[in-house]
């Protein structure tokens, strides 16, 4: 999606670790009005393809799922990182290893709110080693689900986590891959240097 | 707003302790045909209010925020429970009690999302003691900003914080409002016995 590129080449900031910060417009601070394109672009790259709950995982995640899941008009999902007191009953579980905290936690979603007949599209603001997206399917398959695909806002190419899911054979899109990134200069895959 | 009175009634569940669970619908499963319902109404509500920015914290309240910013068209802002290392700069805090997890934690939010010329509405899922949504306006404030007013989607009236909140001198809706519940039985405010 070439306006996100540009939006983050133009407000996103690079960090030291390969962090890329795009607080500014894409989670703590969420652009709605750009929000709402990108969820109409999702919409499009998963076209003909049936989607009947859109999952994701606390807490950055929440605002772009939302939006994709009000774009495609069926119930959005999020898993919880600290299983809360109020969360009864039985839950999936799947431990996932955080690079940015540098540690596992295990996400949770109760087991009422996705059933066997779902075909749920899988979505996230950062997809870097791709562990949150891979603890997510296999969530979907404890509960004997269809991951109808997944979707990332940024992915970064040069970490390996969209390639190893697309190699296992699901529809992984991302409205925008980072091939590169220094200080001074972000480069998109598929981008003419 | 009656629709949601009436969707309290037929998908939430008293648990002991006060705790009323509607995750089926309006957190950690979000009905997106009804949220979006909700932040027309919550738009209704403050129209003729500057509103330049929307306001809660993670986790289940960005949802909301979300379909109401989204709704307004301005961008959402999102208060972090849990401080991460991807945020840089200087951030405003203030100290929360929460009830559910019997703890004090601080909320932040970076300085560079608010300035003091924004007008800002606050929004959260759940409006019991109010204190989330107090420390919300206490980072308002400390930014030097307005609070155009504050919504919550459902507010336990018996618990006190919402008129504690109007009692303050501001805005503050709530989309259905519970003045007593039981196993049985869940009555709403200014509702006919």
Redesign the interface.
Known sequence: MKALEEKIKREGTV?PGH?L?V???LN??????F??KMAKETKRLFKGIKITKVLTV??SG??FA??V??AL??????A?KHP?????GEQYFSPVYSF??KTTYDIA??K??ISSDDCILITDDFLANGNAIKGLIDIVHQAGATVAGCCAEIEKGFQGGGDEIRKMGYKMESLAIVENMSDTEIEFRGEKK
Do not use: C, W
Request: charged share 20%.
């Open positions: 960090l962090v910060k607080g500014s417009f703590q601070r969420v652009d709605t009005i929000l709402a606390e807490a929440i605002a939302t939006a899941a009000m008009k069926v119930p959005m999902v999020f919880k809360s007191a109020n969360v009864s940015t905290h979603v109760s009422e709110y």
